[in-house]
């Protein structure tokens, strides 16, 4: 079974920054990785999606329109991680966030699907002053 497993999350001030991580059993940069999130009372939002090293269509870095040009996702090959940097935080982000992996050879649609494989239980963020 794979194991997802997220670092970081917690409480910010409004306009604050957080980052938070996911790190694998797997070697993620072959996958590509979706970032979700889920508030209380809310649909469950599709935040961002990076393309993996084996992924044969939807090639591109995708964001949700909500955190556009505020958060941003990347990846650090040395660590095995996926990072989501998030900016400029609103109360409204306050929001259970989680990644998940997609099958191998699956890119990343717009806005991002739910069909992914794996996922992890995820932090809580609370943007609260």
């Not at 993996?52 to 505020?70: E, H, P």
């Not at 660590?79 to 050879?105: H, I, R, S």
Request: proline share 6%; with cysteine; hydrophobic share 30%.
């Amino acid at each position: 079974q794979v194991q997802l497993v997220e670092s970081g999350g917690g409480l910010v001030q409004p306009g604050g920054s957080l980052k938070i991580s996911c790190t694998a059993d797997i070697t993620l940069d072959f996958y590509a990785i979706g970032w979700f999130r889920q508030a209380p009372g809310k649909e469950r939002e599709g935040v961002s999606c990076i393309p993996g090293k084996f992924s044969t269509s939807g090639k591109n870095i995708v964001y949700g329109d909500l955190v556009q040009g505020r958060f941003a996702v990347s990846r650090d090959r040395s660590k095995n991680t996926v990072d989501l940097q998030m900016n400029k935080l609103k109360p409204d982000d306050t929001a259970l966030l989680y990644c998940a992996a997609y099958p191998m050879n699956t890119g990343c649609s717009d806005p991002p699907s739910y069909q992914y494989d794996h996922r992890c239980r995820g932090p809580q963020v609370t943007v609260s002053s």
